[in-house]
């Protein structure tokens, strides 16, 4: 009789300690299910936050200016979060990679922070397009553009293997003025987000420089990074 009872006491516990697993499991499953959806309202916020407001200020014309108060969600990802063109994209990763984005009625350039949590955006329309500034930052904005030859002259978005790529950077202080000074980190992604080449420079009011692109075919990302704030500006370009 013991031994009988040893044994359902050792099947009771067993059966105890696979349920316990089964509800952890799931339990894990869907704590990382709804930080993903969280972080997915969030970015869809953000977007349309911003586009609303791009095509507000766009509609105003030159000089008009509005504020967006959005949650930028955890995980953003540099390699393929930018405001540049005529889009608007984020790209976080909690397990696999989610791009959110939207495009605009205008030409847009500017920064979005790395760094979750509730910011406040500028967007002010200038006579280039409009320019998005992170509010309560030293360096607000860092505006990013391509060139296809070394005087910088004319702006191109598609090249092909082999062809240099020119791009210089601008950076805008609180005041909303092309003037302002600090390292910045300074990377290019591979289509597939992988990181091309890496480097710290050091810019007051503005940074130009040149690469050669490779084989890789695709939409390769120049990124602009202040290291401290983790305020960011990018370009995009396509290698065909």
Do not use: C
């Not at 766009?58 to 405001?83: C, E, F, M, W």
């Not at 791009?99 to 509730?118: A, E, F, H, Q, W």
């Amino acid at each position: 009789m013991k031994s009988q009872s040893a044994i359902e006491f050792m099947s009771i516990v067993a059966l105890g300690l696979v349920l316990i697993g089964i509800a952890s499991f799931f339990g894990v499953d869907y704590i990382t299910s709804y930080f993903s959806d969280i972080n997915v309202v969030n970015a869809q916020q953000v977007v349309e936050g911003l586009i609303s407001s791009i095509n507000l200020v766009y509609a105003q014309g030159v000089g008009a200016t509005t504020k967006v108060y959005v949650t930028i969600p955890s995980n953003l990802d540099r390699s393929g979060t930018y405001i540049y063109g005529d889009e608007v994209t984020l790209r976080f990763r909690d397990g696999s990679v989610h791009d959110v984005y939207k495009t605009t009625k205008v030409n847009v350039y500017g920064s979005i922070p790395l760094n979750p949590g509730r910011v406040t955006l500028t967007v002010k329309m200038t006579e280039y397009g409009a320019i998005v500034f992170v509010n309560d930052h030293t360096i607000s904005s860092i505006v990013v553009e391509v060139y296809n030859d070394s005087s910088y002259q004319n702006q191109d978005n598609t090249f092909s293997p082999g062809e240099t790529v020119y791009y210089s950077f601008y950076l805008a202080n609180e005041s909303y003025d092309f003037s302002a000074s600090s390292d910045v980190n300074l990377t290019i992604y591979y289509p597939n987000g992988t990181i091309a080449t890496t480097s710290v420079v050091s810019v007051t009011n503005a940074y130009s420089g040149s690469y050669v692109v490779g084989n890789a075919l695709g939409r390769w990302v120049i990124s602009a990074m202040i290291p401290d704030s983790k305020v960011i500006g990018a370009a995009v370009f396509k290698v065909t």
